[in-house]
């Protein structure tokens, strides 16, 4: 882990196109800003964790879908 000291107003670029600016620090929080490209997901880690979590779940039942959905294909062909 790469660790990195910044004041207010400060900032890192990750790669060409990302840039993390420290925007507030209060106490033992500390408030970033994050500027990215729109087709870039930006998200808290817990908030990613679940995401990722749901797909998992949804992966699980996709195949079943998908061989239904495989079936109706085919019976609408000419």
Same mark, same amino acid.
């Given at each position: 882990m790469?660790?990195? #000291? !910044?004041?207010?107003?400060e %900032?890192?670029?990750?790669?060409? &196109?990302i840039e993390?600016v420290v925007v507030?620090? +209060?106490?033992d929080?500390?408030? =970033?800003g994050? !500027?990215?490209?729109? %087709?870039?997901s930006?998200?808290? #880690? &817990?908030v990613y +964790? &679940?995401?990722q979590d749901?797909n998992k779940?949804? #992966?699980? *039942? *996709?195949p079943? %879908? =998908? &061989?239904g959905l495989?079936k =109706?294909l085919?019976?609408? +062909?000419?």
């Amino acid at each position: 882990m790469l660790v990195l #000291a !910044r004041r207010i107003n400060e %900032s890192i670029m990750i790669g060409d &196109e990302i840039e993390v600016v420290v925007v507030d620090i +209060k106490g033992d929080q500390i408030k =970033l800003g994050i !500027r990215a490209p729109r %087709s870039v997901s930006v998200h808290r #880690a &817990e908030v990613y +964790k &679940e995401i990722q979590d749901q797909n998992k779940e949804a #992966a699980k *039942t *996709t195949p079943q %879908s =998908l &061989e239904g959905l495989g079936k =109706l294909l085919k019976k609408k +062909k000419p």
